[in-house]
């Protein structure tokens, strides 16, 4: 989130492309640099444009580059380690980091979604209050991120042995213990670079840690073998940080605000209000995961089932930028222009994005639950047996996109307890899934208990909020929640044989739904214009 151009600047920076396209014209009687000139007016008013859906085309275009930066280097880092290491020695790795998110998360206290909806309420209309929440989220993370590093650093033992039970990794959790700290303040920053509505700032800082994290894991991993790989995540985490803070004090500026401790105990109040249930809505989710891990781990072959279950999340997560990107920029957007009450522009807003959505998760999805064997394949042949994990992992996505978008309302409205109700009974649902039949089923228990969770958890979440979601929005999502079950069957169900036309199959029927029973009339009607321009343009041609 970050730095944008306004004012006087902002100004030119529109008018420059109408002067030099008239400039062209002059030059050039050839119609092509006007095609060009008019491409980048029409960037400009997208990108630039201080309207509801300017500001969000801008805010989704630098999350965009920060999620591709940070998600792209991560699937590269997955598919090094994957084949540097192998499935166990992945699968070792991955727990770590994973056990030290989940530690950064509870010393953050739920502060980064805190700063983001506080700080763009408060920005403009009250900056003291805006500077003491600064002060105070940021005080506190500094703290509780310090202590808790300097803990695992001391006692590493206090996690390796009564919950992971392998000692041996000792050595592995004080070389990472510092991720807990820059987890911690790292999501506060970037909460309130959010909540500034400074999204080229997360882009560029999030996009130079993912370079980082690249070069470091693979230097590192064939100096120092795992250990290395550790220590890269470590030192991408600590310039990603620093990298942020940076364009935090530039954007405090920018507003009038800064980071004041004076009187930020008077702010303590939004800790009951949203920070505590913002901290245990996040907190139920990392911490299911985390337990679930520990569970997978203590089955036969445990490490390995956890490799093969990290390798199929690295596609989950690239999959999960569209719905992500939006939660991100519409919590500030909506926290900002319908903080009054809801009306109906706030339904048809989310309407229409949570169409978007799905027009993109769906079809991108179809293929990789119909064409596992192909994205397992750059991963080695140990992975090669992997194709249900990476069904049911893409399947639970598929199923979380369909309601995605009913996260952001409730983070926007405030209602962080009705946020922290359904994570954790997704939370629950998915350990006592892994519990019963990990022993089994090994990741495929936790893929597939996943997608069963978010399947509960999207009719759960349309009860608690009947009575503030536009009908239409439900029909939405009920009709994508459906056609989620039919892909996950039908991708279990064909054989090898055939399984290419069937793929294709699928995606055309997925397309056809898709229009005529999930997504809203105002993205349809759209689509139907750019194509009808399309095929007039080459009709002309």
């Known amino acids: 989130m970050d730095l944008g151009l306004f004012g006087h600047k902002l100004f030119k920076i529109r008018a420059l492309p109408q002067m030099i396209s008239s400039v062209a014209w002059y030059r050039f009687p050839d119609p092509q640099p006007l095609m060009i000139f008019d491409l980048k007016n029409k960037l400009s008013s997208l990108l630039f444009s201080e309207s509801l859906l300017g500001r969000f085309n801008k805010g989704a275009f630098w999350i965009l580059v920060s999620t591709v930066g940070l998600q792209g280097s991560n699937l590269l880092v997955t598919i090094f380690l994957a084949r540097f290491f192998g499935q166990t020695g992945y699968g070792e790795i991955s727990l770590t980091v994973s056990t030290f998110a989940l530690l950064g ?46 803990l695992l650093l001391i006692w590493p033992q206090l996690i390796t042995v009564p919950f992971i039970q392998e000692p041996r990794l000792n050595p592995l959790f004080r070389i990472g213990a510092l991720q807990i700290f820059f987890n911690a303040v790292s999501g506060v920053i970037l909460g309130i670079l959010s909540g500034l509505e400074a999204f080229p700032g997360i882009g560029v800082s999030n996009l130079l840690r993912g370079i980082l994290y690249l070069a470091a894991a693979s230097l590192g991993s064939y100096l120092f073998g795992i250990n290395g ?62 337990v679930t891990n520990l569970l997978l781990v203590r ?81 080695g042949q140990e992975f090669r047996n992997s194709q249900d994990v990476l069904i049911g992992s893409v399947w639970s996505v598929i199923v979380a996109s369909a309601g995605s978008v009913l996260g952001a309302f409730v983070q926007s409205t405030g209602k962080m307890w009705i946020g922290f109700t359904t994570n954790l009974t997704y939370g629950l649902l998915l350990i006592l899934a892994t519990y019963l039949f990990a022993g089994a089923y090994g990741a495929n228990a936790v893929a597939y208990g996943s997608g069963a969770a978010y399947l509960f958890i999207n009719f759960l979440s349309l009860y608690l909020l009947r009575k503030h979601v536009a009908a239409q929005l439900v029909k939405q999502i009920l009709a994508a929640v459906l056609l989620s079950v039919f892909l996950v069957v039908a991708s279990l169900a064909v054989g090898n044989s055939y399984r290419f036309l069937y793929g294709i199959a699928a995606i055309v029927v997925v397309e056809f739904i898709l229009f005529k029973m999930v997504i809203s009339h105002e993205v349809r009607m759209g689509v139907l214009r750019l194509f009808s321009k399309f095929l007039l343009k080459n009709g002309k041609a």
Do not use: C
């Open 299 to 379: 089955q036969v072959a445990g490490f390995s089932e956890l490799g093969q279950l990290n390798v199929a999340n690295q596609w989950k997560n690239l999959l999960m930028l569209m719905p992500n990107i939006i939660a991100q920029v519409l919590l500030p957007l909506l926290s900002a222009e319908l903080s009054g009450p809801e009306d109906s522009s706030s339904h048809k807003t989310l309407g229409l994005f949570q169409s978007i959505t799905v027009l993109v998760i769906f079809p991108v999805g179809t293929l990789f639950m119909f064409f596992p064997d192909t994205v397992l394949f750059i991963y």
């Open 229 to 290: 790989a550790v220590l890269a995540t470590t030192l991408s985490s600590g310039l990603g940080v620093f990298i942020a803070f940076l364009f935090l004090r530039k954007n405090l500026q920018r507003f009038g605000l800064n980071i004041s401790l004076q009187g930020a105990l008077e702010e303590v109040s939004i800790l009951r209000q949203f920070a505590v249930p913002a901290l245990l809505s996040n907190l139920s989710v990392i911490a299911a995961v985390w």
């Open 105 to 150: 998360e509870i010393a953050g206290l739920g502060f980064g979604l805190t700063t983001t909806k506080y700080v763009a309420e408060h920005k403009q209309k009250n900056a003291l209050k805006a500077s003491r929440i600064i002060g105070l989220a940021l005080a506190f993370s500094l703290v509780l991120g310090l202590g808790a590093t300097l």
